[in-house]
């Protein structure tokens, strides 16, 4: 009666879309286009549920999910963290290739690299394939769409569409939410609990590294060559950097009173001058691009004539690389602050991060991608 059932959805949907006069968005109480005659068909045969997504939506979904895709910038992320993957029936262009700078990407390759394409991905805008995706016809979509886009794809395919979109910045509450949800989604919720309960704890295990150290004796820190919408150079920076925020560090970007990812005069960074600078080795071409038409400039920096120059691998990788993020600020810890991080080896640390949170532990294989945590030099 399943098969039954989504049927009758699917040429509801065809026809909505022909006809072209069909809803663009679906009710508050659910994401599936309404049939006359489904609703008595599913409850004499066919158990659902209703769950409320990051949205506040009401999605309705069968009992159990057989089937899964995902859409939109980090949603495939979290079905890999949950241990879904095996539900996964279809993926987007954007996670064809295998990239090691997307740890759950790299992990689990292997297995979508196959699969169909659902959608060209790349962001939080609409850019699913909606007749490949009603094709195969799986039991729910996974989002990170914003609302106007999955309430269109909603319209569109007749499929339940939960939103899980969750905020890039390292420990902000909805990546707890979104874990939770999807482990509700997919009947992982013993996994997802055991990562929520595991950030939890990390969380208090840097913040309490850090805590009795008097704010004027912190060493100020600037976190450069970030990648956001794709690579930058030097003056690429982040307020309200997480791994920073973590550990309780003085950021000198957070002065700029300006959230996320932006690009900073480089005399400005000048005039910070900050004791500690860490890159996104990523970017470092970009960097040397810079050097080479100004040494001069770099040279003055205090943190470069003394050698205290990082690396810090980038965790934005289309949405959060959460494992990533909470290695990056074990490792700024360890640079800032190295005598309450004395007992943190970054080798060990970043494979029990990737254990956890993937089950793989690739760390030298990040290595040897130039993906490191190390002192890392600007120029010759």
Same mark, same amino acid.
């Given at each position: 009666?399943?098969?039954?059932?989504?049927?009758?959805?699917?040429?509801?949907?065809?026809?909505?879309?022909?006809?072209?006069?069909?809803?663009?968005?679906?009710?508050?109480?659910?994401?599936?286009?309404?049939?006359?005659?489904?609703?008595?068909?599913?409850?004499?045969?066919?158990?659902?549920?209703?769950?409320?997504?990051?949205?506040?939506?009401?999605?309705?979904?069968?009992?159990?999910?057989?089937?899964?895709?995902?859409?939109?910038?980090?949603?495939?992320?979290?079905?890999?963290?949950?241990?879904?993957?095996?539900?996964?029936?279809?993926?987007?262009?954007?996670?064809?290739?295998?990239?090691?700078?997307?740890?759950?990407?790299?992990?689990?390759?292997?297995?979508?690299?196959?699969?169909?394409?659902?959608?060209?991905?790349?962001?939080?805008?609409?850019?699913?394939?909606?007749?490949?995706?009603?094709?195969?016809?799986?039991?729910?979509?996974?989002?990170?769409?914003?609302?106007?886009?999955?309430?269109?794809?909603?319209?569109?395919?007749?499929?339940?569409?939960?939103?899980?979109?969750?905020?890039?910045?390292?420990?902000?509450?909805?990546?707890?939410?979104?874990?939770?949800?999807?482990?509700?989604?997919?009947?992982?919720?013993?996994?997802?609990?055991?990562?929520?309960?595991?950030?939890?704890?990390?969380?208090?295990?840097? +913040?309490?590294?850090?805590? /009795?150290?008097?704010?004027? %004796?912190?060493?100020?820190?600037?976190? *450069? #060559?970030?990648? !956001? @919408?794709?690579?930058?150079?030097?003056?690429?920076?982040?307020?309200?950097?997480?791994?920073?925020?973590?550990?309780?560090?003085?950021?000198?970007?957070?002065?700029?009173?300006?959230?996320?990812?932006?690009?900073?005069?480089?005399?400005?960074?000048?005039?910070?001058?900050?004791?500690?600078?860490?890159?996104?080795?990523?970017?470092?071409?970009?960097?040397?691009?810079?050097?080479?038409?100004?040494?001069?400039?770099?040279?003055?920096?205090?943190?470069?004539?003394?050698?205290?120059?990082?690396?810090?691998?980038?965790?934005?990788?289309?949405?959060?690389?959460?494992?990533?993020?909470?290695?990056?600020?074990?490792?700024?810890?360890?640079?800032?602050?190295?005598?309450?991080? +004395?007992?943190?080896?970054? /080798?060990?640390?970043?494979? %029990?991060?990737?254990?956890?949170?993937? *089950? #793989?532990?690739? !760390? @030298?294989?990040?290595?040897?991608?130039?993906?490191?945590?190390?002192?890392?030099?600007?120029?010759?």
């Amino acid at each position: 009666m399943k098969k039954f059932s989504r049927t009758i959805s699917l040429i509801a949907a065809v026809v909505l879309t022909l006809s072209g006069c069909g809803q663009t968005s679906v009710p508050a109480t659910s994401s599936a286009v309404s049939v006359p005659g489904e609703e008595i068909a599913s409850a004499g045969q066919q158990a659902t549920r209703t769950v409320t997504d990051l949205m506040g939506r009401q999605v309705e979904l069968p009992q159990e999910i057989d089937s899964v895709i995902c859409t939109g910038s980090g949603a495939l992320r979290l079905v890999c963290y949950a241990q879904g993957a095996d539900l996964v029936t279809g993926v987007e262009d954007t996670d064809k290739k295998r990239q090691i700078a997307r740890p759950y990407n790299y992990v689990y390759s292997p297995q979508f690299q196959d699969l169909p394409s659902i959608g060209k991905g790349g962001g939080r805008g609409y850019t699913a394939y909606e007749e490949e995706i009603i094709s195969l016809q799986p039991d729910v979509i996974l989002t990170a769409y914003t609302s106007d886009a999955l309430e269109e794809l909603a319209a569109k395919t007749g499929i339940p569409v939960v939103s899980i979109g969750y905020q890039s910045n390292l420990f902000d509450p909805s990546v707890s939410q979104a874990l939770t949800l999807v482990g509700q989604v997919l009947g992982r919720e013993e996994r997802c609990a055991q990562l929520v309960e595991a950030m939890e704890e990390i969380k208090q295990d840097l +913040a309490e590294r850090t805590k /009795d150290i008097p704010q004027e %004796e912190k060493p100020s820190a600037y976190a *450069g #060559a970030v990648t !956001y @919408s794709g690579g930058h150079g030097f003056g690429g920076t982040y307020s309200n950097f997480g791994p920073f925020t973590a550990i309780g560090a003085v950021n000198v970007a957070d002065g700029i009173r300006q959230e996320g990812g932006f690009e900073v005069d480089l005399e400005q960074i000048l005039a910070w001058d900050p004791d500690v600078i860490f890159l996104d080795p990523a970017n470092m071409s970009l960097v040397q691009d810079e050097y080479a038409k100004n040494p001069a400039y770099f040279q003055s920096l205090r943190a470069v004539q003394e050698g205290k120059v990082y690396a810090l691998p980038c965790f934005n990788q289309y949405a959060t690389n959460i494992e990533i993020a909470i290695a990056d600020a074990y490792y700024a810890g360890k640079v800032l602050f190295p005598e309450q991080f +004395a007992d943190v080896d970054m /080798d060990q640390k970043a494979d %029990e991060l990737l254990e956890l949170f993937l *089950g #793989a532990a690739f !760390y @030298s294989e990040m290595k040897e991608a130039g993906l490191s945590f190390e002192p890392i030099t600007i120029g010759p």
